[in-house]
């Protein structure tokens, strides 16, 4: 059944910024993703040898900068063991900010995005100070609120690495007012790991617990854990397929009672990632065989604005506006 559609509180999260047009995590990004419809900048927070939280979607960053065309760099690409992976190239905590201020961010996913690589070159790896300067900026100049949306990403490894990354970001917020409980533009905090969500909880921000669909994750999406996981987070943001999963052809199923379970339980419901070329979108969905071109992407939000969720994270937030819009135009 649908919601009421008198107030649009279905929240646009910009997924790395509007990382379908630009090169993910980069003020261009995060600006184009707010100025065509998002409500949040969502951003992935790792740490630097000189302990800054900069903006890059892993600690290893070869495959979105130009690091490797750097020679001074060369001696520092190596291998490391991260949440139990083994990662080769350069990592973010092996440089001081100003050598990572030398290198330029480049698009992640260059055979599914090649429009985007005509911007490689163009942006430096951002700040968190630099991204809450820009969701100011864009609050005054649009005259809504834009949010922002911080993961701490990986931070049992950043400890390992003598790096927290919850210490920095709560002193930065502080600075900027945004702890509290009425913050200067709306927060979200996010991660995967629970206790850095309850080292958080000083913000007086509202936590957001991320989950995959690993067999390890779905002891916390019963009812019984999501009751466990409202008393240290406000709302979860599960993988998509968590709320409507797919069958062997590729379809979309029936929705799961995710959503309701959660609602139940308290918490608000924010799924990722919705992308709108071929290549991520359901089979059911997609418009031809190539994985670059735009799918059906409007009918699957559709189907989880039904599904009753609070809010998407999106690569393309201005699919995610209109077909918000349309959604909420219609009876």
Same mark, same amino acid.
């Given at each position: ?269 924010? %799924? ?18 190539? %994985? ?40």
């Amino acid at each position: 059944m649908r919601r009421n559609k008198q107030e649009p509180s279905i929240k646009i999260i910009s997924h790395r910024g509007a990382s379908g047009h630009r090169p993910e995590h980069t003020l261009g990004s995060y600006e184009l993703g707010a100025r065509v419809g998002g409500d949040f900048i969502e951003i992935d927070l790792v740490a630097t040898k000189d302990h800054r939280l900069v903006a890059r979607h892993e600690p290893e960053i070869g495959g979105t900068t130009d690091v490797a065309d750097h020679p001074e760099f060369a001696d520092r690409r190596t291998t490391k063991v991260i949440d139990g992976e083994e990662h080769t190239g350069w990592f973010t905590e092996d440089f001081t900010l100003d050598e990572l201020k030398t290198l330029r961010a480049t698009e992640r996913i260059p055979a599914i995005r090649p429009d985007n690589t005509a911007h490689d070159g163009e942006y430096e790896i951002p700040t968190l100070e630099e991204i809450i300067g820009l969701a100011e900026r864009l609050t005054a100049e649009l005259g809504r609120p834009i949010g922002i949306y911080p993961e701490t990403k990986h931070p049992e490894y950043h400890v390992s690495v003598g790096l927290d990354l919850e210490p920095p970001l709560i002193e930065v917020l502080r600075a900027h007012g945004l702890a509290g409980p009425k913050p200067a533009v709306p927060v979200f905090l996010q991660s995967f790991e629970a206790e850095s969500l309850k080292k958080l909880a000083e913000t007086e921000l509202p936590l957001v617990f991320l989950t995959g669909t690993e067999e390890h994750w779905q002891r916390h999406l019963t009812p019984e854990g999501l009751a466990e996981v409202a008393t240290f987070a406000h709302a979860i943001g599960p993988n998509k397929d968590s709320i409507i999963g797919r069958d062997a052809d590729g379809n979309l199923t029936e929705p799961t009672t995710l959503v309701d379970d959660a609602h139940a339980a308290g918490l608000l419901v924010h %799924p990722y990632t919705f992308r709108s070329e071929n290549h991520f979108l359901p089979a059911d969905l997609r418009s031809g065989d190539d %994985p670059t071109s735009y799918g059906g992407f409007a009918a699957e939000y559709e189907l989880f604005f039904d599904a009753g969720v609070d809010g998407v994270f999106s690569d393309h937030s201005r699919h995610a506006f209109l077909a918000r819009e349309i959604y909420m135009q219609e009876g």
